[in-house]
């Protein structure tokens, strides 16, 4: 069955860098990968969604990549602000329709 | 905004009680899941739900769970026998369509068993 690995449990970054956060994925690529940010003791909200056709994405602050060779996605937020501190999940559909989630990574952004 | 409601936000209740954990979807939404996390742990799949029957599930769905859609507007899980590993954060989604599309998740309820 499809695994998913986010390779960071945490990163703490400066106020203003760039966060680079990674989701990795083995077996048969996703048609579609997304992005879902999820605060302590909330559901996950979604962020972002990119196909397998689409290289890039982005939303605002926020960029995704997919590179199907490597099998993995890149998810960026610029000029980053304490407010951005939280769980980032990646989350593929396995098949119909059910979300398979990475275990996250905790961004966390000091001023 | 439209959302995901999800009561209660907290149940505490005893091994081998049953709990029923409710959701009221977005009202156009046409499919609906059911996810929990563990504390510490990853959010799982759990089961999902269309045009009034089960469409999907995964293994941790055994015969002690079901799921309803009683009238228009709930969703709801029901836990038959509750063991000490079912305490979690559940969390209720809804989504417009199946495949190509975001899910919109609720706040959670948090079961504990005791």
């Known amino acids: 069955s499809q695994k998913i690995e986010q390779n960071s449990e945490a990163l703490n970054i400066q106020e203003g860098k760039t966060a680079t956060l990674t989701c990795n994925y083995t077996n048969y690529s996703p048609a579609y990968l997304q992005w879902y940010r999820q605060d302590p003791g909330r559901g996950p909200v979604f962020l972002l969604l990119i196909r397998e056709n689409e290289k890039e994405k982005r939303k605002e602050r926020l960029k995704v990549t997919f590179d199907t060779t490597l099998k993995q996605s890149l998810f960026h937020i610029t000029a980053s602000q304490p407010a951005d501190s939280a769980t980032y999940l990646c989350a593929l559909v396995q098949a119909g329709t059910a979300l398979i989630f990475g275990k996250g990574t905790t961004l966390s952004v000091s001023s | 905004e439209p959302e995901v409601t999800q009561t209660p936000s907290h149940q505490v209740t005893q091994m081998g009680q049953e709990v029923i954990l409710r959701c009221v979807p977005i009202?156009?939404?046409?499919?609906f899941y059911w996810y929990r996390q563990i504390l510490g742990q990853k959010v799982e799949f759990l089961v999902s739900f269309y045009n009034n029957e089960i469409s999907e599930k995964s293994e941790i769905f055994d015969d002690q769970f079901s799921v309803e859609r009683p009238d228009g507007s709930n969703f709801t899980l029901k836990i038959r026998s509750t063991k000490l590993e079912d305490s979690a954060m559940y969390f209720c989604a809804s989504s417009e369509q199946q495949g190509v599309n975001e899910q919109y998740f609720g706040p959670g309820t948090r079961l504990t068993v005791t």
């Open positions: 009202s156009n939404h046409l499919y």
